[in-house]
């Protein structure tokens, strides 16, 4: 059993940062592909990014590229979500979640498809 703890949310200014912190037990880390998820009360959860196993590959949603930056260390078991240039429309909950790796498939992380996920950590960004 794979459990998930996002920690490092919080009040922020907006322009201001946030390092996010999913800390994995009960499993090796590094045997899954990552998500990092986002929902606001009353809307759908949306993906904010996804990382393949090692690293090597990251993708971002629009709306954050350029200003996120995901990253995993798998001798910690962790990973982390650098949040720059923090803007009011940043606010929300944010969950990690993890995928099992599929053979010859281009990363990715359909929200259904997430096999175990955090509780959340909540960020607000206000002035």
């Known amino acids: 059993q794979l459990t998930l703890v996002e920690s490092g949310g919080g009040l922020v200014q907006p322009g201001g940062s946030l390092r996010l912190s999913c800390a994995a037990s009960?499993?090796?880390?590094?045997?899954?592909?990552i998500g990092w998820f986002r929902q606001v009360p009353g809307q759908g959860r949306e993906e904010v990014s996804c990382?393949?196993?090692?690293?090597?590959?990251?993708k971002y949603a629009d709306s954050v590229k350029d200003r996120f930056t995901f990253s995993r260390d798998d001798a910690k078991n962790t990973a982390f979500l650098q949040m720059n240039g923090l803007k009011s429309e940043d606010t929300a909950v944010y969950y990690c979640?993890?995928?099992?790796?599929?053979?010859?498939?281009?990363?990715?992380?359909?929200?259904?498809?997430?096999?175990?996920w955090g509780k959340g950590t909540l960020v607000t960004v206000s002035s």
């Open positions: 979640a993890v995928s099992y790796y599929v053979a010859d498939r281009p990363t990715q992380c359909p929200m259904d498809e997430m096999y175990y």
């Open positions: 009960g499993d090796d880390l590094r045997g899954y592909i």
């Open positions: 990382i393949n196993l090692g690293g090597s590959y990251v």
